[in-house]
């Protein structure tokens, strides 16, 4: 009997139309286009507007538009799986405020905070139920209003981040495709660097806390980046190793989109030449969780069935790892 691998069956993704350009920072903080842009590869980021619109107003129309591609109703959906570090509240879970809204009535689900390696982490636990049996259909969200935690004030931070939603359906496959393998990585002593110190039990929401601004992301740009820049490359080629694959043989190199410089340091340490890696990072910036769902859909035509992908991530804690997964089906 063939192994059951956990596939990847469609994907979709939304981001706001509201766009905000460098420009457009230039008139808020002490900051210009050409030094975002050398910098970090970031041209402009969309931004969800208006009142009472959270993360799970972003996985909404992602989530609506994979179920109509695939063809199925939300009933069918038994596990969802939301990766973010900006849920609705801190509970219920934004997984179960998504099925409500979704109509997904015979789903369970719960959010998985993993920072910016959210996805990889929240697509390797998915994966787990399918390989066993337990479930045939089961969503995986990444998503993060980040302009909710970020200070427009503060340059090193507010000149990064996006909003926006990426999805995806795993279902059983038994012709070898699906994810394969994967390599997850945390070293807690990084919490210093990339946090949002406020809002938990630690620090909770006091005037003195919004005072000090501890509710906004914080990150200490140069250790973060020292690190990512190492660790992202180096789990990307590990997974590669493990499965014996070389620069040749990797189709797709899917990383988190935080940094070109980190997107560029990994593609040269696998071997990787810039048409097989995945950068849209100059128009979303870093909508956390959703950069590598966000990818994945924007190249969804250009992806055939049996394609290796190797995807890889870092985030703060810290988090890091990469998946190694063949493409399940080439779209009509």
């Known amino acids: 009997m063939s192994k059951i691998h956990a596939a990847i069956t469609a994907v979709n993704g939304y981001v706001p139309d509201y766009v905000l350009t460098n420009q457009e920072l230039e008139k808020m903080v002490d900051t210009n286009d050409e030094w975002i842009v050398t910098r970090t590869g970031i041209k402009e980021r969309r931004i969800l507007k208006g009142e009472g619109k959270a993360t799970s107003d972003l996985a909404v129309p992602a989530v609506k538009g994979l179920l109509e591609k695939r063809g199925i109703s939300a009933d069918e959906i038994e596990l969802i799986i939301f990766c973010t570090s900006t849920p609705d509240m801190m509970f219920p879970a934004t997984a179960n405020i998504l099925a409500d809204k979704v109509g997904a009535k015979k789903a369970w689900g719960y959010d998985l905070q993993a920072a910016c390696s959210g996805f990889l982490f929240g697509l390797t636990t998915a994966a ?10 089961v969503l995986v969200v990444g998503a993060d209003k980040m ?42 002593s990084g919490g210093p660097y990339l946090n949002i ?3 938990g039990s630690l620090n909770p929401a006091t005037h003195q806390t919004v005072d000090a601004g501890l509710h906004y992301a914080y990150q200490e740009g140069r250790t973060v980046f020292k ?19 070389t620069s040749e043989d990797v189709d797709w190199l899917v990383p988190h989109q935080a940094n070109k410089r980190i997107i560029d340091a990994t593609a040269e ?34 992806l055939k069935k049996g394609d290796n992908l190797i995807l890889a991530a870092f985030g703060g804690g810290f988090t890091w790892g990469a998946v190694y997964l063949k493409w399940a089906y080439t779209k009509a």
């Open 147 to 188: 302009s909710s935690v970020v200070n427009y004030e503060d340059r090193n931070t507010c000149i990064l981040f996006g909003d926006g939603c990426g999805c995806v359906l795993l279902e059983p496959d038994e012709e070898g495709n699906g994810i394969i393998d994967a390599v997850l990585k945390t070293d807690g």
């Open 128 to 137: 787990q139920f399918i390989e066993s049996g337990k479930h045939k259909k």
């Open 269 to 302: 340490r696998a071997g990787l030449s810039d048409d097989k890696v995945m950068v849209n990072i100059h128009k979303y910036g870093n909508t956390t969780s959703g950069t590598i769902p966000l990818c994945l859909w924007e190249w969804e035509n250009q």
């Open 227 to 245: 690190f990512a820049v190492t660790n992202m490359a180096e789990v990307a080629v590990e997974v590669m190793e493990r499965n014996h694959l």
């Open 197 to 199: 110190k406020g809002g």
